[in-house]
Every structure is written in structure tokens, then in C-alpha cells.
């Protein structure tokens, strides 16, 4: 990137769609691929010459500091700021204005992965002159996300956050360019959301939002079925990361982890360290966390397994997230989104969804 600037990267968020991941660790430092989601950014941050980088943290932000330090391992100038209260997606932006040394800042939601080429972003922010650049891209439902319509000039002509009727099927993809002073004038006494009241206020004063629309790799992590589909997509090197902590592959194995011969593991699975898979179990497409055991003719698919848990014989999960240390007992059948909490144990047999299965 031939001219600096700064980077916000927001990761104060409480991740309660990842529940009850997320009740042990913040959404950004699950481990998505073997590493903790957020080195990912991070990584992909550095490679487009960002060396500054701050965090606005607050929910368990003392997390984030105490793994990634000041940076220095992943080339980077790390600076943290702690909201004691969570100030929202804007607030956030606006508490990190103290520490800007650029004129233009580069602001990252913490649970994004894509392809999305941030050069060419700050480029079209410089060309077009703008207030605010948006990366946006197209999804088959835009019912969860920002719907942002343009103009032909590209011009953003409405920002409207989580409508039930979007009008287009083009969204805000979670990475934006702001200049100095638009950072700079959010209040910071009171949460503020950068989706409902900032991008409006912006449109209504007649300020210039652009869009930089793109059609590359785009993933929002906050749901465990993207979770896993997006963990998945790095291993097998669909989503590029220069982070990933093996060779891309059809599985990724930590260290320690043990696969025993007639096992299966397929689709971009993660099978963390010191986990074991047992003799004829299938795990396709899922994500073990470090510990986790699955025994002898389980099948695990486009699951989280949380650390230390432990998956029955002859069990079947199909979409679900299993808590830290719970053990679920054998011939069970969990499946579309179930959700176990940690340490809980569900006896053998104790639940099918149907008769026969
Ligand atoms: N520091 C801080 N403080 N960060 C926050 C706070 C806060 O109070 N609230 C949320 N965040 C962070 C989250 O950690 C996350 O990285 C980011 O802000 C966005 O929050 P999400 O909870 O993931 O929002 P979303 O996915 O529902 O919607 C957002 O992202 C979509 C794209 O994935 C919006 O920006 C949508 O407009 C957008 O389409
Ligand atoms: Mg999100």
C-alpha cells in the first residue's frame, strides 16, 4: 500500500451467536483453522502493508492483549483500547481517534473473511475523494447484514442495518476506509452504532459514501455454520491466509493429534492438539478444538467440538456446537443447530431424532 494508514479492527463484540463458545473466549480468538480467527486479519492486515493496528476491545479484552502482545511476532504495531461499558460498532471507531497517526483509517469488523483486495479499496477511496469508503458485496439473503444501495456513480444512496425487506442484495461487507475526521466526530460518550446512526447521519448530511463493490471470497464468521464452512474454506485453501499453522489439505492436524487408521477426516476439518479420532469415526468438515476425543464410529460433521469434549461411540452430529468438556455418550443423534453447554453429559442413547436412526 503506497501511503499509510491506520487500522481499527472491532472485537468487542459478545459473539452470542457463537454461544456457549464464546462464553471462554471472544469470537475473534476461536480457533478457526488452528489459529485464533483474528491472526487471519491480522495477517492478511500486514500483507497489504498496514503496520499499525489497534484493537477496540471490550468484551474479555484482556484476551486479546495477553495472546498477541505488542505484535512484534506478526510484524505489526498492536495498540489495545478498552471499552469499559461496550460503546457499539461506531462508538468503538471513534475511542481509537486518540491514537490515529494517519490521515485516512482502514476499519475491520473482527469476524470477516474474504479475499477483498484492500489496496484496491484505499485506491477507489483516494480516486473518488470520499468521506467513507464501503466494501460491499452480494449475498442470497441480505436479511442479516447492512443493505447499501448505489448509484450508478457508485455512490451510496441509503445505508439501512438488518431489514426484513432488503432492496438490494448488495450489503456492507464489514471493512471500510474513513477519513481522520469522520473518525473523529463520533461522540464517544455514549454507545453508537457505525450501522444505524453514523453511515445514515453521514448520507443525510451529504457527505461522500462510496461503495467498492467486489465479487471475491466473503464469509461473516458469527454463526457456527459459517464458522465451520469458513475454518473449513482456509484449510483447503479456498480463503487464502498466510497464517494457517500446516500444508493446505483436505484436513489440517495440530500437533499431538492423533488419527487412527481407518478414521476419516475430510472437507477442511481441524482436528486440534492432543485431540484423538478413533478407528472408523468420520469427522467431515468440522472443527475439534485442542483435547477433544471422538470415539470409535462417531461421525462428526460441519460441527464445533469444544476442548476436552468428548463424542460417543456410534454418535452422529450433524451442525452443532458442543461446549468445553461435555461428553456425549454413545448411539446419540444431535443435529441442525443443537447446542450443548460446557461440561454438561448427555447419557448414552439418551437422544435421536428419529426412530430408527
Ligand atoms: N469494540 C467493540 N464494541 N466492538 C464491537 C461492539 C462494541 O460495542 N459491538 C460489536 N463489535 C464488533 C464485533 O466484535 C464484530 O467484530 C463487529 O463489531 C461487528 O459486529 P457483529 O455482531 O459481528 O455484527 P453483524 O455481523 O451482525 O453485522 C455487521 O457486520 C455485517 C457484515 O458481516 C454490520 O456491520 C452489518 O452492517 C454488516 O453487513
Ligand atoms: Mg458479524
Same mark, same amino acid.
Given at each position: 500500500m503506497s501511503e499509510q494508514v491506520d487500522a481499527i479492527v472491532l472485537v468487542g463484540g459478545r459473539g452470542t451467536r457463537?454461544?456457549?463458545?464464546? &462464553?471462554?473466549?471472544?469470537?475473534?480468538?476461536?480457533?478457526? =483453522? /488452528?489459529?485464533?480467527? &483474528?491472526?487471519?486479519?491480522?495477517?492478511?492486515?500486514?500483507? =497489504? /502493508?498496514?503496520?499499525?493496528?489497534?484493537?477496540g476491545t471490550s468484551y474479555q479484552a484482556e484476551v486479546f492483549s495477553a495472546h498477541f502482545g505488542d505484535g512484534a511476532s506478526l510484524g505489526l504495531e498492536l495498540e489495545y483500547v478498552v471499552e469499559s461499558e461496550p460503546l457499539g460498532t461506531g462508538g468503538a471507531i471513534g475511542n481509537v481517534a486518540h491514537l490515529l497517526r494517519e490521515d485516512t483509517a482502514m476499519i475491520f469488523n473482527g469476524d470477516i473473511l474474504t479475499c477483498c483486495d484492500l489496496g484496491s479499496l484505499l485506491r477507489a477511496h483516494r480516486d473518488t475523494s470520499a468521506d467513507v469508503t464501503l466494501h460491499l458485496t452480494k449475498v442470497s439473503d441480505p436479511r442479516a447484514f447492512g443493505c447499501v444501495p448505489t448509484d450508478p456513480d457508485g455512490r451510496v444512496t441509503a445505508f439501512l442495518e438488518k431489514d426484513p425487506n432488503p432492496v438490494t442484495d448488495q450489503i456492507n461487507a464489514g471493512t471500510y476506509v474513513f477519513s481522520r475526521e469522520v473518525v473523529e466526530a463520533i461522540p464517544t460518550d455514549r454507545p453508537v452504532s457505525v450501522e444505524r446512526e453514523t453511515f445514515p447521519g453521514l448520507l443525510a448530511d451529504g457527505?461522500?459514501?462510496?461503495g467498492y463493490i467486489d465479487s471475491t471470497y466473503w464469509r461473516d464468521l458469527g454463526k457456527p455454520s459459517d464458522f465451520v464452512a469458513g475454518s473449513a474454506d482456509l484449510v483447503r485453501g479456498i480463503a487464502p491466509t498466510d497464517a494457517l499453522p500446516g500444508p493446505i489439505g483436505d484436513f489440517l492436524a495440530l500437533e499431538g493429534a492423533t488419527i487412527a487408521e481407518g478414521a476419516t477426516v475430510t472437507?477442511?476439518?481441524t482436528i486440534g492438539r492432543d485431540c484423538v479420532v478413533e478407528s472408523g469415526a468420520v469427522v467431515d468438515g468440522a472443527v475439534l478444538f485442542d483435547g477433544a476425543r471422538v470415539r470409535s464410529g462417531a461421525v462428526v460433521r460441519a460441527s464445533i467440538v469444544g476442548r476436552d469434549a468428548v463424542i460417543g461411540s456410534?454418535?452422529?452430529?450433524?451442525?452443532?456446537?458442543?461446549?468445553?468438556?461435555?461428553?456425549?455418550?454413545?448411539?446419540?443423534e444431535l443435529l441442525?443447530?443443537?447446542?450443548?453447554?460446557?461440561?454438561?453429559?448427555?447419557?448414552?442413547?439418551?437422544?435421536?431424532?428419529?426412530?430408527?436412526a
Open positions: 457463537l454461544r456457549p463458545l464464546t &462464553l471462554s473466549a471472544p469470537k475473534p480468538m476461536l480457533p478457526t =483453522a /488452528g489459529v485464533p480467527f &483474528l491472526t487471519h486479519l491480522l495477517s492478511r492486515i500486514r500483507a =497489504a /502493508g498496514i503496520s499499525h493496528v489497534i484493537l457527505a461522500v459514501v462510496t472437507g477442511g476439518a456410534g454418535t452422529t452430529l450433524c451442525d452443532v456446537v458442543i461446549g468445553d468438556r461435555s461428553v456425549i455418550g454413545t448411539g446419540i441442525h443447530g443443537a447446542r450443548v453447554w460446557p461440561d454438561v453429559t448427555l447419557a448414552d442413547g439418551s437422544i435421536r431424532f428419529s426412530a430408527d
